[in-house]
Structures are given as structure tokens and as C-alpha cells.
Nanobody, 126 residues
């Protein structure tokens, strides 16, 4: 079992950038496929990006393609989400999640993920 912990959220103006990080207390995230999800008030939790265990395959939701980049450093056991050209509609709580199935193609479905962080708030002002 692993407990992801997110960091790096905050308030930024539209057009700005933020970098979110995810680590696990006492353990490495390196064996897991990882996903970043977000949930805005009144909306369902939705995929942002996902990466398989070795970083060889990534997937993105359409609204963030070409603006966000998911990456991982398995030597450090961490996963990051670089967010550029942020828009007010990117405002949400962002969650990091781990998938223990070792699938080669990372899932975009919340139900595929076994372990979830508590989330970090990202607010983009216009």
C-alpha cells in the first residue's frame, strides 16, 4: 500500500505556470502507473494526465494537451505535472493517484486507481 502526497498547488494568474509534485511517504512510487486528476466545484473528478510505470507512455485529457506535461523520476520515486498557459477553467483540486496493476498503457479512468492523495488546490485568476 502507498499513500501519495501532492504538493505545489497555489494561486496563479491566467497564462502562468505551476508545477505539481507527488511523492509517497516512506515508499517509492516507481512501481506504479500514476495519474493526475482534478475536481472543480460541482463537477465530477476527471483525468488530467497519466503515465505508465517506466514513463514510456503518457496520456492526456484533451483540454490540457500541449499545455501540461506529466513526468516521473523513478530514481527519486516521484511524479510531476508541469502546467503551462494556465486558464481559469483549470481551477480545481488536483489529485495524484497510483495504479497497482502495472498496466503498460496508463488508464484514464478513476476506478482503475487504487491509492489517492488528499489533493492540492490550484486556482487560476483571470
Amino acid at each position: 500500500q502507498v499513500q501519495p502526497v501532492e504538493s505545489g498547488g497555489g494561486l496563479v494568474q491566467a497564462g502562468g505556470s505551476l508545477r505539481l509534485s507527488c511523492a509517497a511517504s516512506g515508499r517509492s512510487l516507481s512501481p506504479y502507473a500514476m495519474g493526475w486528476f482534478r475536481q472543480a466545484p460541482g463537477k465530477e473528478r476527471a483525468i488530467v494526465a497519466a503515465i505508465n510505470w517506466d514513463g514510456g507512455r503518457t496520456r492526456y485529457a484533451e483540454p490540457v494537451k500541449d499545455r501540461f506535461t506529466i513526468s516521473r523520476d523513478n530514481a527519486k520515486g516521484t511524479v510531476s505535472l508541469q502546467m503551462n498557459s494556465l486558464k481559469p477553467e483549470d481551477t480545481a483540486v488536483y489529485y495524484c493517484a497510483a495504479d497497482a496493476s502495472h498496466r503498460g498503457i496508463p488508464s484514464l479512468t478513476p476506478g482503475a486507481y487504487d491509492y489517492w492523495g488528499q489533493g492540492t488546490q490550484v486556482t487560476v485568476s483571470s
